[in-house]
């Protein structure tokens, strides 16, 4: 068993940024990528980006590439997604997520989630 736990969320300004953690702990050698995934209200949970947790690859949705920036501290165990000149349209709850396929885009493509956190982004 993998626990995910995030943190990071909160409410900030159009334009303004945040960095969004996520620290894993229990199973972690069998990990092999992590992901953030992220829900608004009524929408349906979407990829944000991924890495792979023995390798360096990373992978975004296309509408969050060149704002969003995912990265990972192994010795940590927590993967970081630093969230840049944000939109209204960015807000919602960010999942961080432990899977075992490399560049999973979809949520069937991870097996351990997190509780989630908020961001709130005003205009």
């Known amino acids: 068993q993998v626990q995910l736990v995030e943190s990071g969320g909160g409410l900030v300004q159009a334009g303004g940024s945040l960095k969004l953690s996520c620290a894993a702990s229990?199973?972690?050698?069998?990990?092999?990528?992590m992901g953030w995934f992220r829900q608004g209200p009524g929408k349906e949970r979407e990829f944000v980006a991924a890495?792979?947790?023995?390798?360096?690859?990373?992978y975004y949705a296309d509408s969050m590439k060149g704002r969003f920036t995912i990265s990972r501290d192994n010795a940590k165990n927590t993967v970081y997604l630093q969230t840049n000149s944000l939109k209204p349209e960015d807000t919602a709850v960010y999942y961080c997520?432990?899977?075992?396929?490399?560049?999973?885009?979809?949520?069937?493509?991870?097996?351990?989630w997190g509780q989630g956190t908020q961001v709130t982004v005003s205009s």
């Open positions: 229990g199973s972690t050698l069998s990990i092999y990528a």
């Open positions: 997520a432990a899977g075992s396929v490399y560049g999973g885009r979809r949520v069937s493509d991870y097996d351990y």
């Open positions: 890495i792979s947790w023995h390798h360096y690859n990373t």
